[in-house]
């Protein structure tokens, strides 16, 4: 059953203003909320863990190699309000920060964007339609949003183009609880939940308007992390029949070939994945009723995994995106959602 929010959400009536994925972006209106100061580093292969998302900065590494060191650190500033369930994508050296649930546990169909050199954030627009649980991807200068929940599972694309968002299309089955992934100008949706059963379909669009079934998964999951290297999609842990998974999915789309590449070493699911250099980290998430702290690097070589690191805070169903080859951990829920980041860099 998807995870609802506490009551059905009202959409707000506001501007759309101009947004464009890897261009300049511009807003109607901003509301900064930043964080001064320099995080505390550590380098350690076995420090302890942080209470949670703190007003003091605080920051994990972990050696990785002997050529890299990974460095986990809380970001120096926060949303302008707690959200998780929401999509991350990378625009323009920036971050947007798209729907997702807010601190009452209801859908919202704002956008903000995050300049993350001074840490200011400025509300973009609204979507059309609130949403949470949903994915996104990013098609030559176009931003899309595939699906989600709101009062129920939904089926819409939407997208922003050219300062303008609107509803461009619907996939062939409503879906919540998914992930999506762009490689050479296609997006790809994997998993998810129509309402009544789990997804195994994959999708492929070039416009959000038309979509071909390319794949099935080996094993149906929602709520699992995503990351791309090397042109294939990684597909990490979900639940499959209302339980966390450890199953390790692996499609490729130059052959479609989906296959089961590896396995977690435990269960998990609400995971975030990011590529950093060149090494896939997979964030927090959940195991049960415990949310994780846990950073677990994949060896695609081999399938498999092992803990590099742990975040300064557990959390789970947080965004995440990647910029200039740093990570970011946006948001998410810790238990109670909060507005705190994580960057994290191999250096």
């Known amino acids: 059953m998807l995870r609802l929010c506490s009551g059905r959400a009202r959409s707000p009536v506001v501007a759309v203003v ?51 060191t990974l460095q986990i650190t809380t970001a120096p500033w926060q949303l302008p309000a707690p959200r998780a369930r929401e999509v991350v994508l990378a625009a323009d050296r920036a971050l947007l920060v798209i729907g997702g649930l807010d601190s009452s546990g209801s859908s919202t169909a704002r956008v903000w964007r995050v300049a993350l050199q001074s840490g200011v954030t400025t509300r973009l627009a609204v979507l059309p339609q609130t949403i949470h649980d949903s994915a996104g991807a990013v098609i030559g200068q176009d931003v899309y949003v595939f699906g989600g929940g709101s009062a129920t599972e939904l089926s819409t694309v939407q997208r922003y183009r050219s300062g303008a968002g609107n509803v461009v299309g619907q996939m062939p089955q409503a879906r919540s609880d998914l992930v999506a992934a762009e490689v050479d100008g296609t997006a790809y949706v994997l998993g998810g939940f129509d309402g009544a059963h789990s997804v195994a379909s994959v999708l492929a669009t070039t416009d959000g308007a038309t979509f071909r079934t ?76 415990q949310i994780l702290d846990t950073v677990v690097r994949l060896d695609p070589a081999s399938g498999r995994t092992s803990t590099v690191g742990r975040l300064p805070y557990p959390v789970a169903d947080a965004g995440a995106a990647v910029v200039d080859g740093v990570g970011y951990l946006v948001g998410g829920e810790g238990p109670a959602k909060t507005a705190s980041s994580v960057i994290v860099r191999y250096r």
């Open 18 to 68: 101009a947004v464009f994925a890897a261009a300049a972006l511009t807003a109607c209106s901003s509301g900064a909320s930043t964080r001064t100061g320099t995080p505390a580093t550590t380098s350690a292969t076995g420090s302890s863990a942080a209470t949670g998302p703190a007003d003091q900065a605080t920051a994990r590494s972990t050696v990785a190699s002997a050529s890299a």
């Open 214 to 289: 390319v794949a099935q998964l080996p094993q149906t999951v929602r709520y699992p992390a995503v990351a791309v290297l090397d042109g294939r999609i990684w597909i990490f842990g979900g639940t499959h029949d209302g339980r966390e998974v450890t199953t390790i999915q692996r499609f490729d789309p130059a052959t479609g070939d989906a296959v089961t590449a590896g396995q977690l070493p435990a269960p998990l699911s609400d995971a975030s994945a990011v590529v950093v250099g060149g090494r896939i980290l997979i964030l927090g998430g959940r195991n049960r009723a």
